[in-house]
């Protein structure tokens, strides 16, 4: 069964931090990609991060480049979870951040599984 459930979604005050956790099932996780995307009211869903496996099974990891030295994207395979550590967080990263697994094809994440989200709120 192919599941996501994230976690750790939260209001901050601007400049704080959030740790997000996504626990994907096994068959889920094997997947060569897991991601982070958000989405605000009225705007499309924008990709985030997300730490991929190479054919040579070395592990990337890509950013957006809104988030680039602030989000680091991390995973521990023995625990099947991805997370997302959100640092000198600013009130545009207000949205719901959602998990992703899926494909990397030409410089960008595929989904093809997604979490039901976790509300990310961050005050001036």
């Known amino acids: 069964q192919v599941q996501l459930v994230e976690s750790g979604g939260g209001l901050v005050q601007a400049g704080g931090s959030l740790r997000l956790s996504c626990v994907a099932s096994?068959?889920?996780?094997?997947?060569?990609?897991m991601g982070w995307f958000r989405q605000t009211p009225g705007k499309e869903r924008e990709f985030v991060s997300v730490i991929r496996r190479s054919d040579g099974n070395i592990y990337y990891a890509e950013y957006a480049d809104s988030v680039k030295g602030r989000f680091t994207i991390s995973a521990d395979n023995g625990k099947n979870t991805v997370f997302l550590q959100l640092n000198s967080l600013k009130p545009e990263d207000t949205a719901v951040y959602y998990c992703?697994?899926?494909?990397?094809?030409?410089?960008?994440?595929?989904?093809?599984?997604w979490g039901r989200g976790t509300q990310v709120s961050v005050s001036p």
């Open positions: 096994p068959r889920t996780f094997s997947t060569s990609a």
């Open positions: 992703a697994a899926g494909r990397w094809s030409k410089s960008r994440m595929l989904p093809d599984y």
